[in-house]
């Protein structure tokens, strides 16, 4: 999982979206403005809070600062100071970096050092990518929109699930149409105007994507139908309209 790769605010709504699915509450995103930068963070990317219970059943809030690092090489001490700082003086319960990367080995040991010779009320925690990659991994809604971009977002494919079968159902409706006049069958009254009605409402709307087809055509139709509603959680060759 590229982390690196998303802009540096981009990485920030990542960390927020998967703060979220992983059961934090009051999530605060600092950001500042819409751009992701403009005003001070005081330290801290983000702020929430996350429910602990104790052994008596009692249920209290933690508060967590969290500062996210989006950093092509390795993370160095100086980019960690000012979140400590301010958490010393704020005291939080945790202090959590997210990193995009990895930390070097000269940050890992400024913690080390911190933490031995502060005694900080708070606790360090750091999250580096295998800890992200293990964290979000489950996560499909998630990789797909922020990390794989091949992948078409869910209102794409329901958009296109709803094309197809305004396609399938206009062709089935021609084809009934035509046995029934050919068999001299009578309509409901009513209904034939309304099916009609609707008929020239999808050829407004797909023009030259609609029917007639051939046999090849009508199976490529039919298939996609099927193929996006299989993507969507029904049975494969489930073609009702």
């Known amino acids: 999982m590229d982390f690196v790769a998303l802009e540096p605010a981009d990485f920030e709504e990542f960390c927020v979206s998967l703060l979220w699915e992983l059961g934090f509450v009051n999530v605060d995103w600092r950001r500042g403005s819409p751009k992701g930068s403009g005003a001070s963070d005081s330290g801290r990317d983000i702020e929430a809070d996350l429910e602990r219970e104790d052994i008596d059943g009692d249920k209290h809030l933690e508060r967590w600062f969290i500062d996210a690092k989006h950093y092509a090489k390795a993370v160095p001490p100086t980019a960690l100071e000012a979140t400590l700082a301010w958490a010393t003086a704020e005291r939080p319960h945790a202090v959590l970096f997210v990193i995009s990367g990895f930390l070097s080995n000269p940050a890992k040991e400024f913690l080390r050092d911190y933490e031995s010779n502060n005694r900080p009320p708070f606790r360090i925690k750091t999250w580096e990518q295998p800890q992200l990659e293990r964290l979000a991994g489950s996560n499909a809604d998630l990789l797909a929109r922020f990390l794989l971009t091949d992948m078409r977002p869910e209102s794409e494919v329901l958009e296109a699930e709803s094309?197809?079968?305004?396609?399938?159902?206009?062709?089935?409706?021609?084809?009934?149409?035509?046995?029934?006049?050919?068999?001299?069958?009578?309509?409901?009254?009513?209904?034939?105007?309304?099916?009609?009605?609707?008929?020239?409402?999808?050829?407004?709307?797909?023009?030259?994507?609609v029917g007639p087809y051939d046999d090849f055509e009508w199976g490529m139709v039919s298939g996609k139908l099927s193929a996006l509603r299989w993507v969507l959680g029904e049975e494969w060759d489930f073609l009702d309209t």
């Open 163 to 209: 094309k197809f079968f305004d396609l399938v159902w206009h062709e089935r409706h021609q084809m009934i149409r035509t046995r029934d006049i050919e068999a001299e069958k009578e309509w409901e009254p009513g209904l034939l105007e309304t099916a009609e009605k609707a008929a020239a409402e999808v050829r407004e709307r797909y023009g030259g994507e």
